[in-house]
């Protein structure tokens, strides 16, 4: 390799796009920020399934994955990819919290199956796991949250991630960046909002439209659970329907936790 | 014997393969397998809340997630008996319809599009023909406005709720969007003439096909069920009698069937069906393209997706105006559930009919919910024509016998997050 070739590839690092159990909702956001489509020009996107027919390489420095795993097939792909790739790029809840794929972990994989094709059917040939995290497979150097993710987060946080800046995830709850922006509160209207504990960042879009949040930018790192909860025992509100409603997006932190 | 298994096929929606085999110059085996990882969303809706069952459910599909929305918004609204106002029925139908724009703009542009043009994908383009990528990127975006005027954001809508929309677009904001609408019609002809320009392989099943039909609209989020060749008109809360699913061993989607067989629902069965209630725009631009009702050929579905383009563009110009200047009231109407009851809904998304259904206990919880989606129907009908039609080019070179099975596969925008969910 000539050095004018080693220093193109440096200046233009090779970029995938894989998915794992999701609905392809943040990769249709990344085709929705055609800013993004200018970056073209300073990654190489060389593998993107959505959009090209062109293999998989096997080298490549920055993974952008997408999705829960929930197979064996899913594992070994994310073992691959670590050992291949620089920089690992969770993106979306699927990939960052197990999001709604991890809901069926409330109960039996089999219950859900049989529910689903019939008890006596063969069809699920794939070995089937309690969906996860990508973070509970292999390290993970970026995460962009939320359902779906915002595109221009995204896009900031790619070309942080290419100049090898350290990941700066919010950690505090939602509530504090809601209040600042004026919007009336749920919990003082007598509604449940996960604000009260769900990762800020999103610039509280849901509750700007009157929508309680959902929870799906993952529990806080600041969140206090037990606090959050005695308030709203306090203040008579339902605690059960609370832990139940965190469920949608965050069943795999909910059940780890319930298992520490 | 020559085996030829495509894994993966690119630029579609979800995870997919084609196996197929020849022996002796004969076609033995043929099959489209999904291999997308089942999700379990009918377990996952079970012990939910009425209000979360549509947040969750719209995660079958990022890119038809407005579909998903309503139509399990709407089935929930029958099963506790709640009626909505007609301005928030003409706000789900602008939400749908105006996503057929991103949709369609993207599933011809950046995916099937290619493999009209000999390409792997729509980048090269950007320098060979800007223009056209450039139309592509402004009718999406011009799709993804008009849903996020009406629901928030482009993927999985928040405003739109049992009973009506938390928030909706200022008046203002909706005469724009219908002036960009108007404009964009000029765009969505364009890629009707762009489309009708490639060649299509001469191929004229006679399968059946099944779409929303409504008197005086073009059918989308509301309607009774109407078979093309058999006649029937049946309502769509009744699909559990006339779409048969069930499982297959070669992946992880149900087929489906009706009257005994496999059937297309998608823009080619809307067209057909509806084709009376086509706007004079998308009329002119189908004569144009030499289109004349029936239209039989799988190939034509690109070609159908187009000429929607042009009517969305005009009818959610004219529905956008209306909503700008009517009185009306789109608020979330308050409910309570009486007692348990089943209920179901019916939309045309994108890629055909999509059928939802709950059973609500008097709790307010879902206890059983079914989906029914476009692919989970297509593709038993796919995987017909792609035995019927590998079978006619089997001499071809391995190459071209690739692209033509997967220009097919791409004819029926299958999404397979959807049909696996």
């Known amino acids: 390799m000539t050095d004018a070739n080693a220093l193109n590839q440096a200046s233009c690092p090779r970029v995938v796009v894989l998915s794992l159990a999701s609905d392809f909702g943040c990769q249709i956001q990344i085709t929705n920020f055609p800013e993004l489509l200018a970056m073209v020009g300073t990654i190489d996107l060389s593998y993107w399934q959505l959009a090209t027919s062109a293999d998989m390489p096997d080298s490549y420095d920055v993974a952008v994955i997408e999705g829960a795993v929930t197979l064996d097939e899913h594992v070994r792909l994310l073992q691959q990819v670590r050992k291949t790739a620089g920089v690992v790029i969770a993106i979306g809840a699927c990939a960052v919290t197990g999001g709604v794929p991890g809901l069926v972990g409330t109960g039996d994989l089999d219950t859900a199956r049989d529910l689903v094709y019939g008890e006596d059917a063969t069809i699920v040939k794939q070995h089937r796991l309690v969906p996860a995290p990508v973070s509970s497979v292999i390290e993970v150097d970026y995460r962009v949250p939320g359902c779906p993710i915002d595109p221009a987060e995204f896009s900031a946080l790619l070309q942080q991630a290419l100049l090898g800046a350290r990941e700066r995830l919010d950690r505090t709850p939602l509530c504090a960046a809601c209040q600042t922006i004026e919007n009336p509160c749920f919990w003082l209207r007598g509604k449940a909002c996960l604000g009260l504990v769900t990762r800020t960042g999103c610039g509280a879009l849901c509750l700007s439209r009157d929508r309680a949040c959902t929870g799906c930018r993952g529990i806080a790192a600041d969140a206090n659970l037990e606090s959050a909860r005695r308030y709203l025992r306090e203040g008579g509100f339902d605690v059960k329907a609370f832990d139940k409603a965190l469920e949608v997006y965050n069943t795999y932190e909910v059940n780890e936790v319930a298992r520490s | 014997m020559t085996k030829l298994n495509i894994h993966h096929i690119a630029r579609i929606e979800g995870h997919g393969n084609v196996a197929v085999e020849v022996k002796n110059g004969r076609l033995t085996k043929v099959q489209m397998q999904a291999i997308e990882p089942a999700r379990f969303f009918e377990a ?141 019609v000029r765009e969505a002809a364009a890629t009707v003439e762009l489309f009708a320009s490639f060649d299509i392989p001469e191929y004229e099943p006679e399968h059946e096909m099944l779409a929303l039909k409504s008197e005086g609209t073009y059918a989308i989020t509301r309607g009774e069920v109407a078979a093309l060749r058999a006649g029937w008109t049946r309502p769509a809360r009744d699909y559990h009698e006339f779409i048969h699913e069930t499982p297959v061993a070669s992946g992880n989607a149900k087929f489906s069937q009706t009257d005994g067989a496999p059937f297309m629902a998608a823009a080619i069965a809307r067209v057909n069906i509806n084709w009376a209630e086509l706007t004079p725009s998308a009329r002119v631009a189908a004569a144009g393209a030499g289109l004349r009702a029936v239209v039989r050929n799988p190939f034509l579905n690109n070609l159908c997706q187009a000429i929607e383009m042009v009517d969305a563009c005009e009818r959610c110009a004219a529905l956008c105006e209306e909503l700008a200047e009517s009185d009306g009231d789109s608020k979330p109407r308050d409910w309570t559930v009486a007692k348990a009851a089943g209920g179901a809904g019916a939309t045309e998304a994108p890629r055909g009919t999509l059928y939802h259904s709950y059973r609500v206990s008097k709790a307010g919880k879902v206890t059983a919910g079914d989906v029914i989606t476009p692919t989970a129907q297509n593709l038993a009908c796919l995987e017909a024509d792609l035995h019927a039609f590998a079978a006619r080019i089997t001499d071809a070179d391995p190459e071209e016998f690739k692209l033509r099975i997967e220009q097919l596969v791409r004819a029926y925008d299958p999404c397979l997050s959807c049909a696996v969910h």
Request: net charge positive; proline share 6%.
């Open chain 2, 44 to 184: 996952m809706v079970k012990g939910r809340t009425i209000d979360e069952v549509p947040i969750i459910v719209s995660r079958i599909c990022g890119i038809c997630s407005p579909n998903h929305t309503v139509t399990s918004i709407q089935a929930l609204e029958d099963a506790i008996g709640l009626s909505v106002s007609r301005r928030t029925e003409q706000l789900r139908y602008l939400l749908v319809y105006g996503s057929y724009l991103c949709n369609h703009a993207s599933h011809l542009y950046l995916l099937s599009g290619p493999d009209f043009l000999g390409l792997p994908s729509v980048f090269p383009l950007a320098e060979t023909a800007p223009e056209v990528v450039s139309r592509a990127l402004s009718l999406k975006k011009l799709g993804n406005d008009v849903i996020t005027a009406v629901g928030g954001r482009p993927v999985h809508p928040v405003s739109a709720v049992v009973g009506g929309f938390t928030d909706e677009p200022s008046r203002n904001h909706l005469r724009r969007l219908a002036a960009r609408l108007r404009a964009a």
